[in-house]
C-alpha cells in the first residue's frame, strides 16, 4: 500500500515518490515513461519512515523533500541522479518539518 503520494512529470516520464508500507512507510520512487512503472534505486531506501512528500525539478536533476521520521519529524532533501538510478542526500534542515503537501526547493 502507498501513502503520501508525489507525482512529476518531466518530458513526458513521470516520477512517483510514495511511502511504501511493504518497506516500513520508508520512501521508494518509480518511474513510467507511459508503459510500466519501474523502481528506481532501490525500494524504502530513506534510513527511517517518512511522510508528506513534495517532488520538484530543477534542469534534469529531482529533488524529494519529505518528512523524515527518523530525523525529529525535521525535513529532508534528496536529489535523484536518474542517469545513475542513484539518490543521495544533499540537504537536511534542523528545523521542524510544517508544509503540509507542498515544497519548493532552490538549491
Known amino acids: 500500500m502507498a501513502s503520501d503520494l508525489a507525482l512529476k512529470v518531466v518530458k513526458g516520464t513521470a516520477y512517483l515518490a510514495y511511502s511504501d508500507a511493504e518497506f516500513n512507510d520508508k520512501a521508494t520512487f518509480v518511474k513510467s515513461d507511459g508503459g510500466t512503472w519501474t523502481v528506481v534505486g532501490t525500494p524504502g ?39 545513475k538510478s542513484g539518490i543521495y542526500i544533499v540537504k537536511a534542515t534542523g528545523d521542524t518539518f510544517s508544509v503540509t503537501r507542498k515544497m519548493v526547493v532552490e538549491l
Open 45 to 83: 531506501f530513506t534510513s527511517g519512515s517518512t511522510g508528506v512528500y513534495s517532488l520538484t525539478v530543477s534542469g534534469s536533476t529531482l529533488y524529494l523533500a519529505f518528512r523524515d521520521y527518523q530525523n525529529n519529524y525535521r525535513a529532508t532533501v534528496m536529489k535523484l541522479d536518474d542517469l
